[in-house]
């Protein structure tokens, strides 16, 4: 991942800066690709920035238009357009005359990569003069400024910094959800369910509004985007939006997990399959999970809960669910040796753990 913004990428982008502004000095971003070594890509965003902020002009309208001249060439484009973006944001914060000019030009940057991580220091500074700038990109032409309209104001969006205003005003993005959520593009309606998925972290009982609003007035792509939407309060068993997507409390019977193997030798695959049966009277509709309960470092338990499938079943009626869950080390999700377990959930309910082990 580091690796999207290498001593290549920044060469290239020292090429199209100097084609855009011919004679300008660029010594210092010349010399950063060298100087990238180990670092994390959100450091060599910050490193690039830094160079380019020392070789372009201190004035935001002068930068901006090389920017702009840039932009004329297709190829400007790939992930060094996020320092760039960055330094945009820098240069657009130093002067409040060029707020709206620096979101504007974030716009235009956006469709070469995107500007979600560089708008957030702007919502910082001032949200009330950011958002309805960026509520009318929800009628913007092009689907990636529209994306950026609901992917740049996620309260926990990935790889980004945390917006205090947004998280202490979590319904201030919802006219913009609203204007988006029927959007013709899948890009920007799986942006939306994500943000909503963002808001259940901090307002369940908001998020379920919503959703049950939008599900009054659908399209053909609204329940996709609620079910999307509602992932986490699914999985965390929330009544009202097992409700809204119809997966009432049921009679079952789930039998305990045949485990493949009760050790699982890192990196490998837990592979499990089990029984569930319908013990009520009427067709019924059934979220399935699983819950894995991780070994930390402390020899406590932390869980997560992941999604297996949704099936209906008729009264009576059975069927043999399985599932192979890889287990390695990530950067997000690090491995310990030691007692693991696993538990299964249906309709929010949870039903019969079983036991197992990792090894490194």
Known sequence: MNELI????????????????????????????GELGDLS??????????????????????????????????????????????????????????F??????????????????????????????ALPVVLAWTRHPNDHVRRLASEGTRAFLPWAIRVRSLLAAPDATLPILDALYRDESDYV???????????ARQNPELVVEVATRWSAEPDENTAWVVRHGLRTLVKKAHPGALGLLGFAPVSVEVGAPVLVSPTVTL??????????????????????DYVVHFMKSNGSQAEKVFKLTATTLAPGESVTLTKRHALRQMTTRVHYAGRHTLELQVNGARHTRTDFDVVL
């Open 189 to 199: 309606r799986r942006s939306v369910a994500n943000h909503l998925n963002d808001l």
């Open 267 to 288: 990196p490998g695959e837990l592979g499990f399959s089990f029984l569930l049966t319908n013990t009520g009277q009427t067709t019924e509709r059934m979220a399935v």
């Open 41 to 98: 890509l959100r450091e060599r965003t910050d490193l690039v920035s830094a160079a380019l902020l020392a070789d372009l002009p201190a004035d935001y309208p002068s930068t901006a238009a090389i920017v702009r001249r840039a932009l004329a060439d297709p190829g400007f484009a790939g992930w060094t357009m996020w320092p760039v973006g960055e330094t945009v944001t820098t240069l657009a914060l130093a002067d409040a005359a060029y």
């Open 100 to 129: 709206d000019d620096g979101l504007a030009l974030l716009a235009e940057i956006t469709p070469r990569l995107t500007s979600e991580f560089a708008i957030r220091r702007m919502l910082e500074a001032d949200l009330p003069r």
């Open 6 to 33: 290498d001593a290549d990428a920044v060469a290239r982008l020292r090429g199209h800066v100097a084609s855009a502004a011919p004679g300008l000095d660029l010594a210092r971003l010349a010399a950063v690709g």
